[in-house]
């Protein structure tokens, strides 16, 4: 009995131990995906309508996607702890904001989350984080986040493209 009780809980370690590493591909094909939509985003904005704001006070078409990329890198960062290459906010306020440069930027922050993502383990997926500096959550919760942010502001972007004219691309859920 003793002995079947050691290869029951093995089995099972085993198996939640598969799960979790299925976990995080099915995270990177999640990401590797939503890098493709968003670029499909890029795409369908005309390059002269990249500095459309819908009111005044509201971030550009741009400024949108480049604070999309910014919290994918700071998100990320807090979450894998490998070093985000640009600092918190820098994309947003990048000089440069033409339809190629912002293009160039967002698809390098998806890189490297992907890239990041494929150092994890379920192991690194279950540590605590401090994300932000106030929000205490497993880093696979910060992952998640940082999934739901670029969502968030993706689909913001679906009004800035009506505003100028243009259709949206078709939603990519799978």
């Given at each position: 009995?003793?002995?079947?009780?050691?290869?029951?809980?093995?089995?099972?370690a085993?198996i939640?131990?598969?799960?979790a590493q299925?976990s995080?591909?099915?995270?990177?094909?999640?990401w590797e995906?939503?890098k493709?939509?968003t670029?499909?985003?890029?795409?369908?904005?005309p390059a002269?309508?990249?500095?459309?704001?819908p009111t005044?006070?509201m971030?550009?078409?741009?400024q949108?996607?480049?604070?999309?990329?910014?919290?994918?890198?700071?998100?990320t960062t807090?979450a894998?702890g490998?070093a985000?290459?640009v600092g918190?906010g820098?994309?947003?306020?990048?000089?440069?904001q033409?339809?190629?440069?912002?293009t160039?930027l967002v698809?390098a922050?998806?890189?490297?989350?992907?890239?990041?993502?494929k150092?994890?383990t379920?192991?690194k997926l279950?540590?605590?984080?401090?994300?932000f500096?106030?929000f205490?959550?497993t880093k696979?919760q910060?992952l998640?986040?940082?999934?739901?942010?670029q969502?968030h502001?993706?689909?913001q972007?679906?009004v800035y493209?009506?505003?100028?004219?243009?259709t949206?691309?078709q939603?990519?859920?799978?």
């Amino acid at each position: 009995m003793k002995n079947l009780f050691a290869t029951l809980t093995m089995l099972f370690a085993f198996i939640g131990l598969t799960q979790a590493q299925t976990s995080i591909v099915e995270m990177v094909k999640d990401w590797e995906r939503a890098k493709v939509y968003t670029k499909e985003y890029l795409d369908a904005m005309p390059a002269d309508k990249y500095s459309l704001k819908p009111t005044p006070e509201m971030r550009s078409f741009a400024q949108q996607m480049l604070h999309l990329t910014d919290g994918n890198y700071g998100f990320t960062t807090a979450a894998t702890g490998v070093a985000s290459p640009v600092g918190m906010g820098e994309s947003e306020k990048s000089a440069d904001q033409s339809k190629e440069n912002v293009t160039k930027l967002v698809m390098a922050g998806y890189d490297f989350v992907i890239n990041s993502l494929k150092t994890m383990t379920p192991e690194k997926l279950a540590e605590k984080t401090t994300l932000f500096g106030r929000f205490e959550m497993t880093k696979g919760q910060a992952l998640e986040k940082c999934f739901e942010h670029q969502t968030h502001h993706r689909g913001q972007a679906t009004v800035y493209i009506r505003l100028a004219g243009a259709t949206p691309p078709q939603e990519k859920l799978f």
